[in-house]
């Protein structure tokens, strides 16, 4: 048989907006290791730069919303992207930029990761860019993946009494024009992790996860990621929410603490060898 030429094979491309987080855990540097874990090839367009260590974000630096388009441009003209990937985008010119180059791309599907704050509570979005991602981006949403802290924040109205449902933000979620829902349930009085998934005629799937004992950074840009790579590499919005979760709590069982904060996820924990296999608690 002749060899096979390297043109022949081609993985697909999935281009991430997001912004660096120098700790590896999280940000742009958590979707390359996902997106490349996952058998994907990685494209990146760097939003912002941040200064944090394994315990918390100290600063961080919006890329000029020019050099934004530029770099997507410049890559969408060359290559066929198979699915975007968005998470922190550092300003609201970002997101302005950012929604006018989806908008000429509406078959691609976009995975988008509402980052508001990092885990630790450090404010990474200010109401003017959440005012911008529900009026441009949602409406180009294939599936938003907001954590229930986020969820709230997207979701409530001013003129809202009490904290609404999970279920109502994930209407109004809807209602502002993404496809899909997956509202994460990490941060709720649950006995375990519950994550459910809502589209426009209700909800489409629930899966219930064990806990983990640590304290994670990095687990919504993971499983955000592994979404977008399901959806490139053509599975369904089911299939891919359930196997992104499955492999994201992998990551997370198999993750480690390489400073003195929080832990971040092993997204390659299939790689080392004689690993005794942890097996999620999961229940449809
Ligand atoms: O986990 C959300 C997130 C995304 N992107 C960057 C971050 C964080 C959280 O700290 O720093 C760059």
Known sequence: MPAMSTDDFQPPLVLTFAASDPTG?????????????????????????????TTGVEAAFAV???????????????????????????????????????????????????????????????????EAMIELLLPQTTILTPNSLEARRLAQDDDDEKQPSLLICAQKLLSAGCEHVLITGT??????????LYAAAGQIREDLWDRLPG?????GCTLA????????????????VFEAQEYTWHTLA???????????PDRFFWARADDDEAEPEEKH
């Open 25 to 53: 855990g999280a940000g742009i540097q958590a979707d390359l290791m996902t997106l490349a874990s996952m058998g994907c090839h990685p494209l990146s367009v760097i939003t912002a730069i941040t200064v944090q260590d």
């Open 64 to 130: 000029d919303a020019d050099w934004v388009s530029d770099q997507a441009r410049a890559l969408l003209e060359d290559v066929p992207v198979a699915a975007f990937k968005l998470g922190m985008l550092g300003s609201v010119e970002n997101i302005a930029a950012i929604a006018e180059i989806i908008s000429d791309y509406p078959d691609i599907p976009l995975v988008f990761d509402p980052v508001l704050a990092s885990g630790r509570g450090d404010q990474l979005a200010d109401e003017e860019m959440v």
């Open 187 to 196: 941060h709720e009085n649950t006995a375990q992790v519950i994550n459910t």
């Open 215 to 219: 304290s994670y950074h990095g687990s």
């Open 225 to 240: 990621s592994a979404i977008a790579a399901n959806l490139a590499c053509g599975l369904d919005i089911g299939e891919a």
């Open 254 to 264: 198999h993750g480690f603490r390489p400073g003195m904060g929080q832990h971040v």
